[in-house]
């Protein structure tokens, strides 16, 4: 069974301050995992990926991950929220043939 | 490049009406795939298809079917439409299926079904 969990729906942080969003997976496999930014009214964009190479992964816009194999997390960070970085983020599993596990998405709120 | 192009953005239907969402790439990608998108379920795929001429179905493929005539086009048909597929869709496309590639995502079709 693959599953991913994304353990809060919503974030609020200061404008300057540290973002954390969580994820935390399960798979059969050695899976890929991702994530993914969408903005209100728009498609999803890809962040990051982490693909079994190196453990951190540095995405776009700043943002940063780290693959934990042993606590099965892919924590998506930020060192500085900007007001441009509110959005929904998703965390997605992709392990086997076709199978792709998107998260419930964690929605992240930035306060001037 | 225009990426990933979902046609229409809006779409109002009664119920028992059919229609077709559009989406075609531009960018000879393999895999293409329709997802649907419901408050607080993340997306759940609809159907996929890895290649011209083939298709396979997803999580939630009832009321949905597809088809994959050349590289660039795979549209979603609604058959008989009802208010449970009130949703925002997506198509997303893929250089391969194989585990390392993200997709590129349409900007979505929002679909009221009344």
């Known amino acids: 069974a693959q599953s991913v969990t994304q353990l809060d729906s919503h974030v609020s942080v200061s404008e300057g301050t540290p973002v954390l969003l969580r994820c935390n997976y399960s798979?059969?496999?050695?899976?890929?995992l991702f994530w993914y930014v969408q903005h209100p009214n728009k498609g999803l964009q890809l962040l990051l990926k982490?693909?079994?190479?190196?453990?951190l992964v540095k995405g776009i816009n700043g943002f940063e991950a780290e693959f934990k194999k042993s606590e099965t997390s892919f924590h998506l960070t930020k060192p500085s929220a900007h007001m441009s970085d509110a959005a929904e983020y998703f965390c997605?599993?992709?392990?086997?043939?076709?199978?792709?596990?998107f998260g419930t998405g964690t929605k992240l709120q930035v306060i001037p | 490049n225009a990426g990933v192009t979902q046609t229409p953005k809006f779409q109002v239907l009664k119920t028992g009406q059919s229609m077709t969402l559009q989406c075609a790439q531009d960018m000879n990608h393999e895999y293409m795939s329709w997802y649907r998108q419901d408050p607080g379920m993340g997306l759940r795929l609809i159907h996929y298809?890895?290649?011209?001429?083939?298709?396979d179905q997803g999580e939630v493929p009832n009321g949905y079917n597809v088809s994959r005539s050349t590289t660039e086009d795979f549209p979603l048909r609604l058959l008989s439409a009802a208010p449970s597929q009130t949703s925002v869709y997506f198509c997303?496309?893929?250089?391969?299926?194989?585990?390392?590639?993200?997709?590129?995502f349409g900007s979505g079709t929002r679909l009221t079904v009344v």
């Open positions: 798979s059969s496999y050695s899976p890929s």
């Open positions: 997605v599993v992709r392990g086997g043939y076709q199978k792709v596990t």
């Open positions: 997303a496309s893929s250089y391969s299926f194989g585990e390392n590639y993200g997709y590129t």
């Open positions: 982490y693909t079994s190479a190196a453990t």
């Open positions: 298809s890895v290649g011209a001429g083939i298709t």
